[in-house]
């Protein structure tokens, strides 16, 4: 049977995550396909992966690549896009009569139906009256919408989400099939849960006291302003990066063999502790060692404090960003380097330093007016080259690298 595997394969995805997690063994490989990042990263990056992998286990001709678990940490664009477009292409396939390249076995998914309680086909309709339904796709929007674009953005990934799960019910996908079809959450009572191949995952998070207050609002809200509900705009910026998409991350410990690597999705840093210590991962207050951190929102400052860098340490961590959105945020690696100091960790960024800078240049300028980047005080560059201890732990692999973290689980 030979050794177990437990192997991290990141993904370049843009400004999102895409994430390959091989576990099992080589006889008995097995694949988890984490997220699939924005719109373009499956067809230049997530396809041509998976069809690689199909050369490389040897599937032939006639069988589909199995995926043993498909999972959406949570509906941004960012993050659904990719397997919106790979579960189109299969359904296509389908209706084809065609063979669907790849066959996933089971789908983690909580939809914005579960998290709110609500239609997202109502409230897809009410956009669409007001937008067009190109504003559903996901697509790049105007730049004329002014304080309307956050909540298109959150109102396309309630729609992509949706289309998820359609796509899962046309392929007959079991959807949540760890947890007998229930929303994945954690509480209390959490458990290991066995996804074969020698590897477990413990839910940190959503929590379902959160779900439950979330639906309480949600509902309260709808019922208090039934004539807001059909105007789009207002009714979605209720439901902005605070509150629906991002606390509602499934966040997952997966182990193996005594290794461990921490997915998060865009949760608050402040959230996965407390759902850790929910589920009896760590004691309330103390810290944990994992050989693998997915930094919570591609390293947005917005989502972590140093407490967390101090509670949760890694060998690796993982920022999937390339720049947009001024993500990896400066701030943060600064904080993890104090944090750390001269231990032996390694950083791992998916784009080169210089691309991240360029593209998080362009976007503060167009979005401060006259105010212009300092690479100084503001490029990661810069940051580097005045902390040599933090340059030498950086990991960036090349274009037509892999970029894997191997855990050699034993």
Known sequence: MGNNVFTLEILRAKYGDCLLLHYGTADEPALALIDGGPAGVYK???????EALRTERGIEASQSLPIDLCMLSHIDDDHVLGLRDLTNELVQAHEDHKLEFVQILDLWHN?????????SAEIAAAVADQFGP???DGDPLPDDLGDAQSAMMVLASVNNGRRLRDNAIKLGIERNLDTGGEMVVATDKSEPLDMGGGVTFTV???MLPEIKALQAEHDAWVKANPDKVRESKKFLASFDDTTAPNLSSIVVLA????KKILFTGDARGDKILEGMELVGVVKKGKKIHVDVLKCPHHGSIRNVDTVFFERITADHYVFSANGKFGNPDRETLEMLAEVRGTDDYRVHLTYPVTDIDALAKQDF???KGDKK???KTQSLASLFAANPELEKRLVIAGEDELHLIELAAE
């Open 111 to 119: 939809a914005f139906d579960d998290i709110t309680n609500n239609d």
């Open 373 to 375: 980047w300092n690479a």
């Open 255 to 258: 182990e193996s063999g005594g």
């Open 44 to 50: 230049e990056f997530l396809k041509p992966r998976l």
């Open 204 to 206: 940190i998070g959503p």
């Open 365 to 367: 300028e167009g979005k």
């Open 134 to 136: 190109a504003s559903l």
